[in-house]
């Protein structure tokens, strides 16, 4: 009875939560901020002293989000939607790290949660694009590098990136042509999700040309 008050309790949103939906997919995590104008990223930023309730869907298997000193866990599923309340404490950086075993690159499945001031939370929205792709920089130039590293680094070597995944094949030594690389994100295989729908048509040209060197 004890633990499913505490449980209630612990999914019980104080006041104005902040809402954060997580997706995660191998081997990467994505959070996005309706709330903030659509902000993507690939750390987990929260303000401290303010419930958050996180919103968790995965693209392919089972994972299960948890940061240790946050002391709750929660599942994502395929083709269900998932909450956990949190209301951080204290700043500071945490690990954030999958315990559900989802495949080759399950021990690289990792990210951070950092908890900041309230007027250092508000500071980081105010800079990051609106409705912009995770690890992707501001303005209307389509950051390549950022959506690989957001999106690839857990799994490929890139020397230019500054990768070292080990689950892919080692992207330094790629012999594809544009059309068979772009076939590859967009449709996924070999272990590899596919990216088509999660990456728009522009962001997915823009890492095949960093990718292969050419212009379109």
């Known amino acids: 009875v004890l633990s499913a008050v505490v449980l209630a309790q612990n999914d019980d949103p104080k006041g104005d939560p902040l809402r954060v939906e997580v997706l995660a997919q191998q081997y990467a ?27 968790l869907n995965s693209r392919d298997v089972i994972h299960s989000f948890w940061v240790p000193e946050f002391g709750q866990k929660q599942d994502a599923v395929p083709g269900i939607v998932t909450t956990i309340v949190i209301t951080p404490t204290k700043t500071g950086e945490y690990r954030l790290i999958c315990t559900e075993l ?12 950092i908890v900041l001031s309230q007027a250092d939370f508000e500071a980081w929205t105010k800079k990051q694009p609106q409705g912009g792709t995770a690890g992707g920089g501001g303005g209307g130039e389509i950051d ?10 857990a799994c490929h070597t890139l020397s230019k990136a500054g990768t070292s995944g080990s689950v892919g094949p080692n992207l330094d030594e790629l012999s594809l042509g544009p059309p068979a ?7 996924g295989g070999g272990g590899m999700p596919p990216f088509e729908g999660q990456l728009s048509d522009a962001e997915i040209n823009a890492l095949v040309q960093y990718l292969t060197g050419s212009n379109g």
């Open 144 to 153: 390549a590098k950022g959506i690989f590293t957001a999106n690839c680094a």
């Open 29 to 55: 995590w994505q959070f996005t901020y309706p709330e903030q104008g659509g902000i993507k990223a690939t750390n987990l930023y929260l303000p401290i002293d303010r419930s958050t309730k996180l919103i």
């Open 102 to 113: 989802c495949g080759l690159g399950h021990s690289l499945m990792r990210t951070r949660a």
């Open 181 to 187: 690389v772009e076939e590859q994100i967009r449709k």
